[in-house]
């Protein structure tokens, strides 16, 4: 609780330089991150980060020393011409976009541990703690580092607003965008320009390795809670603060524990998290829907098959044994069936006979004519044989919503019956009006 009071007090002006730089770091990756998930370029963001190593080299290699917008203008430089290579790559050969980012990231890579080792065999004192690069190292923001990562935190956060509408359309509908006269070859080039300044003042705090992780999964995570783009951006970003936070804690009570991959393992956990427990998409949330469909599937299907046993004579109460018989299903899912109706007000249960209630009977009659209805229309429309259509029906029964009924009904005209020539049961009140 000490470490935890001391921490958020910010009263250390190192606690404050690094938590600041991750939050700012984190949320401005996050922003420009979502745009490039929903054009599906995910592995751009990998390709850039581990292109601009060789950059940082050699604008070591020519200044002399580590000023870091002297690396920045560095790391730029190569980040472009990485993904410039890429496009060239994939619009002037047979190589596929996939394939040339896996060949320039291993290659620009490659050359850039050789300058590294290099530089590390040079004898050149300045160059200590260039390899930071590599993995991260957010306790360097400080100072100077500070001021100039953070700024252009500020500038990525400010554009992305400024152009929010144009990103947002030539992410979702990048023909469309040009049908118009949007200038769509510009706002990509802006958006490129965006995603390796993302990645250049990202790789301070994660390093090349790890940069790639906190520009997607952020975004990746918020997909799951929304599909409105304003809230995926404001959740990425908070996202991005929460992880930006927990790694410099982290990295603070345990000085031995280093902040960037902390805070890549944070977001990374509120991703997996997203995948399961997120509504609507999450796994969880997914499996619970299924279930219900299933269960009402369940509960339809026994009121339809009450129903078609009232029509063929007049006994409306049944065993347990009978319905059994009559419809292949196993015990417990039938037995759980019949009490939930029961509950529900569908059926009445005397002496171990289970019969329909008024409530029942509606419900039950309206699924027999949907099956019945959709039968007709198969063999009618689609030309398909009276005996191929049952299986069809049983399925899409319980998903036509009352205006299709109404539609279908109007299409065939209120057919008297189906293709087997059992009668199609409408509601007598509304046959009546």
């Not at 390709?47 to 560095?74: E, Q, T």
């Not at 007709?376 to 299986?391: G, K, S, W």
Request: charged share 20%; proline share 3%.
């Amino acid at each position: 609780m000490k470490d935890l009071f001391d921490f958020f007090s910010f009263q250390d002006p190192n606690v404050r330089y690094v938590a600041a730089g991750s939050v700012l770091l984190a949320i401005s990756s996050a922003l420009v991150g979502c745009f490039t998930f929903l054009k599906k370029k995910a592995l751009v963001g990998d390709a850039v980060a581990h292109s601009v190593l060789p950059g940082i080299c050699l604008a070591f290699l020519i200044s002399g020393n580590k000023n870091p917008l002297v690396l920045i203008i560095g790391a730029f430089a190569t980040g472009w011409l990485s993904l410039v290579l890429i496009d060239f790559i994939s619009r002037n050969s047979k190589i596929k976009e996939d394939t040339s980012i896996g060949l320039i990231l291993s290659v620009f890579f490659g050359i850039g541990i050789l300058l590294l080792t290099m530089i590390q065999h040079s004898g050149n004192a300045a160059q200590t703690g260039l390899d930071s690069f590599l993995f991260g190292k957010a306790a360097a923001l400080v100072g100077q580092d500070l001021w100039v990562f953070s700024s252009i935190s500020l500038v990525l956060v400010v554009v992305v607003f400024i152009f929010y509408k144009d990103f947002a359309l030539i992410s979702f509908d990048e023909s469309f965008a040009k049908s118009i006269g949007f200038p769509v070859r510009r706002l990509e080039l802006v958006l490129t320009t965006l995603t390796v300044l993302a990645v250049v003042t990202g790789i301070q705090a994660v390093g090349v390795v790890l940069m790639a992780a906190m520009l997607i999964t952020p975004a990746a995570a918020a997909r799951f809670w929304t599909d409105k783009l304003s809230w995926m951006l404001f959740i990425a970003a908070f996202f991005g603060a929460i992880s930006g936070v927990s790694g410099a804690f982290i990295s603070y009570t345990a000085p031995s524990m280093p902040t960037g991959p902390w805070i890549v393992l944070v977001v990374s956990m509120l991703a997996i998290v997203s995948f399961f427990v997120a509504p609507g998409k999450g796994i969880l949330s997914r499996w619970i829907r299924q279930e219900r469909i299933k269960i009402r599937i369940i509960n339809e299907n026994i009121l339809k098959l009450f129903y078609q046993l009232s029509e063929q004579d007049n006994n409306q109460r049944r065993s347990f044994q009978d319905l059994l018989k009559k419809r292949q299903m196993r015990e417990t899912t039938l037995r759980k069936g019949l009490r939930r109706l029961h509950i529900q007000g569908y059926l009445s249960n005397q002496d171990g006979k289970w019969s329909l209630t008024t409530e029942g009977k509606i419900k039950g009659r309206r699924v027999v004519k949907l099956h019945r209805l959709w039968e007709v229309y198969l063999t009618q429309y689609l030309r398909i044989a009276p005996d191929h259509v049952h299986e069809d029906a049983d399925n899409i029964e319980h998903i036509l919503t009352p205006e299709l009924e109404k539609r279908l009904e109007a299409l065939l005209d209120y057919p008297e019956s189906d293709p087997h020539s059992s009668k199609i049961p409408y509601d007598p009140n509304l046959m009546k009006q």
